[in-house]
Antibody
Framework: QIQLVQSGPELKKPGESVKISCKAS????????MHWVKQAPGKGLKWMGW????????TYADDFKGRFVFSLEASASTANLQISNLKNEDTATYFC???????WGQGVMVTVSS | DIQMTQSPSSLPASLGDRVTITCRAS??????LRWFQQKPGKSPRLMIY???NLANGVPSRFSGSRSGSDYSLTINSLESEDMAIYYC?????????FGAGTKLELK
């Protein structure tokens, strides 16, 4: 069955970086794009962008241009999200979701606090 | 960016009720509209795609419809397991945009 398994929770200080992963199984990784969605505590869902898992080309929503990087380790069927220069407002759960958004990872809670 | 105006933000209802949640798109999105259900501490679950199509495994009491730029999710005969937050999402163009969510709760 299709599974997206994300890495564990992260506690970081402002200014630090974090890299979270999303490992896919149960399908051909490069056949489906991967989307990323942010959910701040108690807030709604926000679409961050997506990455073409065949070409590696990322597309970012405007609010996620600059400090956010989508990348792949295609040989490991893994998509990554790296956030640099972390800010308090980056505190959120980050979800990966396969194209079509039928299949989601379990989410990664990133907490940014001094 | 396309704005998705979702209403109501909160919907108290009783078991067995029929409820409707609506999203209005600020621009034409065709039928590129999905509905998601999210329970506390869980990932979103796709309920409806293509505005009117039931996703796999979703009970038939859920349905989606469209009237112009208004898209609706209707739940017939509400059950306790339906208590959750529901979001619409337009994916006609980038950036994809979610509605603000509707919290469905027991009256």
């Amino acid at each position: 069955q299709i599974q997206l398994v994300q890495s564990g929770p992260e506690l970081k200080k402002p200014g630090e970086s974090v890299k979270i992963s999303c490992k896919a199984s149960g399908y051909t990784f490069t056949d489906y794009a991967m989307h990323w969605v942010k959910q701040a505590p108690g807030k709604g869902l926000k679409w961050m962008g997506w990455i073409n898992t065949y070409t590696g080309k990322p597309t970012y929503a405007d609010d996620f241009k600059g400090r956010f990087v989508f990348s792949l380790e295609a040989s490991a069927s893994t998509a990554n999200l790296q956030i640099s220069n972390l800010k308090n407002e980056d505190t959120a759960t980050y979800f990966c979701a396969r194209s079509g958004l039928r299949d989601w990872g379990q989410g990664v809670m990133v907490t940014v606090s001094s | 960016d396309i704005q998705m105006t979702q209403s109501p933000s909160s919907l108290p209802a009783s078991l067995g009720d029929r409820v409707t949640i609506t999203c209005r798109a600020s621009q034409d999105i065709g039928n590129y509209l999905r509905w998601f259900q999210q329970k506390p501490g869980k990932s979103p679950r796709l309920m409806i795609y293509g505005a009117t199509n039931l996703a796999n495994g979703v009970p038939s009491r859920f349905s989606g419809s469209r009237s112009g730029s208004d898209y609706s999710l209707t739940i017939n005969s509400l059950e306790s397991e339906d208590m959750a937050i529901y979001y619409c999402l337009q994916h006609n163009e980038y950036p994809n945009t979610f509605g603000a969510g509707t919290k469905l709760e027991l009256k």
